[in-house]
């Protein structure tokens, strides 16, 4: 079972044994997070009610949503995005710069048009390792081009259904949107589940859909690889465990679970003095959370440097890397469901280690010398992410709702052994799953959820599993949290799959509308038909992509 909330905190203000880490130097001061840095805040000022009345609804400010929203405008639908974000673009614009792509061939329509304008920018063709603020200014132009009106900071308080349809949402700041369709495209399907969609949290056991990498995997990747002791006094059970490890004994690889794989904030981090801002020391730094890598570092440290990316403008992407790094552990799994305050604090929790883990890296003397003096090299970016102080605003939500509908994508889809007959996008990542938890095994502490497998050829996406169940939420489609087993989402997660999806999702929506209004009824062949006009890549081999316009077209 995941480590409780509330065992973590005692856990976390334990005493800290001597010798057990070093302790920081007395003339560091701790940094208060900026204002601006916090995924939810509570409506304080007074707000002027609005009602919107709109084709489509679009909700969620991912790379998905302003995808979906920029094609029903050029379709000539009425359309409003609703972002709860404060930023459009998800984690395309939040750091995720380095991009996960699998195989570019399987990547078409607005998506890679974006990539084409991002390379624009660079004076290329395309671009697809970029800085963050770029990416913003191209969503930014995509937008106003399509006239897509947009509001920001809205988090979704309520549904209203109506004969099986959603007859209108309302957001925290009294927006009312009635709309013949509506999208959800944010990364943890709340719409969906104010829908009374079926929906899913955590890890299927293998038996459920005959696969072989869901559920429990303790496995070598990303591994904790050599013998540190979990509790907070070396080798002496009596003394508790650290902060993130799970108590209990370790189940059986294939169980299922509820546990979700982890987040982080994907850094944009420079070595440019007159660009760098060294790493902070946050308000709430707790020494206790470091003392696992403390005991890591003494096996080496050379794994700490995996991982820095290059992007353009002579920046680099961090991603986690290795056995503690980025990613807070078994920190997370209450997210997917949490309301908007329990998320806010999980949040800020994430952001304090993370930034913690940085500060540590570059200033403890407990960490070696020369590691110390190579992560003082680094530090985050003056000319990104300038509201909040360089941090990226956007955290790596991974993996949370999943909705379960007539078509579920798994293990068999991503191998071939299975082919949905009516795809509008490919997969093409393989699986990849970053861990779930910290485990004890024989008195050490292990990792155990990583999984990354991949070696097949891009695969369909069936239009059933971004849509909901026949005969559930009638008006409503679903290009993020899509019907797909842990495993399987693993391959899924990718932002250019979710900006496929997204244009699939409004083109559909759009005849839906055209049709009986019932999203699954739409007539595939003709939306096959539309979705390969557009550009979109629907199965593999793909014929080649044409060469991109001249500029300025």
């Not at 905190?9 to 880490?21: E, T």
């Not at 096996?299 to 440097?305: A, E, K, L, T």
């Amino acid at each position: 079972m995941p480590l409780h909330p509330l065992i973590v905190l005692s856990l976390a203000h334990a005493s800290v044994p001597p010798g057990s880490l070093a302790s920081p130097p007395a003339r560091e001061q701790a940094t208060p997070l900026p204002p601006s840095l916090h995924y939810w805040q509570p409506v304080r000022e007074r707000v002027i009610p609005e009602r919107l009345s709109v084709d489509l609804c679009v909700y969620g400010g991912t790379s998905s949503g302003v995808i979906a929203a920029v094609q029903a405008r050029r379709d000539g639908r009425t359309v409003v995005l609703v972002a709860p974000e404060a930023h459009l673009g998800g984690l395309t614009t939040g750091g995720l710069t380095w991009t996960d792509f699998g195989n570019k061939g399987a990547i078409g329509g607005l998506a890679r048009e974006f990539y084409r304008r991002v390379g624009r920018k660079y004076g290329a063709d395309e671009e697809w390792t970029f800085e963050p603020k770029v990416a913003e200014q191209a969503f930014q132009e995509m937008i106003g081009e399509a006239r897509v009106p947009v509001r920001l900071g809205h988090f979704l308080r309520s549904v209203r259904l109506q004969g099986g349809r959603i007859a209108a949402l309302t957001t925290e700041r009294e927006l009312t949107v009635s709309a013949r369709v509506f999208i959800d495209a944010t990364y943890e399907g709340d719409l969906m589940a104010k829908s009374k969609v079926t929906c899913t949290v955590g890890r299927e056991d293998c038996s459920v859909y005959d696969e072989t990498l869901n559920g429990v995997q303790l496995r070598d990747k990303h591994q904790i690889d050599h013998p540190v002791s979990p509790y907070v006094a070396e080798g002496d059970p009596k003394s508790g465990l650290l902060p993130g490890i799970s108590p209990g004994r370790l189940a059986p690889n294939c169980t299922g679970d509820r546990a979700v794989q982890a987040y982080c904030f994907r850094m944009t981090l420079t070595q440019d003095p007159e660009n760098r801002i060294p790493f902070p020391k946050p308000e709430g730094y707790d020494p206790r959370e470091y003392i696992l890598l403390s005991r890591y570092l003494r096996h080496g440290w050379d794994w700490v440097f995996g991982k820095f990316d290059p992007i353009r403008g002579g920046k680099v992407d961090k991603n986690n890397h290795g056995g503690i790094s980025t990613d807070f552990i078994g920190r997370n799994h209450a997210w997917p469901e949490a309301d908007y305050r329990t998320r806010e604090k999980l949040f800020r929790q994430h952001v304090v280690y993370q930034q913690g883990l940085m500060w540590f890296l570059a200033n403890d003397p407990g960490v070696p010398e020369e590691c110390r003096r190579r992560m003082s090299t680094w530090g985050l970016c003056r000319d990104e992410f300038t509201d909040t102080g360089g941090w990226p605003r956007q955290l790596y939500v991974r993996e949370a709702r999943r909705m379960v509908s007539d078509y579920v994508l798994t293990e068999h889809d991503c191998r071939g052994t299975r082919r949905a007959p009516d795809s509008v996008g490919l997969g093409s990542y393989g699986m990849d799953s970053h861990n779930c938890r910290r485990v004890v095994v024989d008195g050490m502490v292990k990792n155990e959820g990583d999984v990354q497998v991949g070696g097949f050829p891009p695969y369909p996406i069936s239009y059933r599993a971004i849509t909901p169940r026949r005969g559930e939420c009638a008006n409503l489609l679903v290009p993020v949290c899509v019907s797909s087993s842990h495993i399987a989402y693993g391959s899924v997660r990718m932002e250019p799959v979710f900006m496929v999806l997204g244009q699939s999702a409004a083109v559909a929506a759009g005849q839906a509308m055209d049709g009986d209004g019932i999203v699954q009824n739409v007539d595939y062949p003709k939306l096959r038909e539309r979705l390969l006009a557009l550009g979109q890549v629907l199965a593999w081999p793909a014929a080649p992509f044409p060469p991109p316009p001249e500029r300025g077209e």
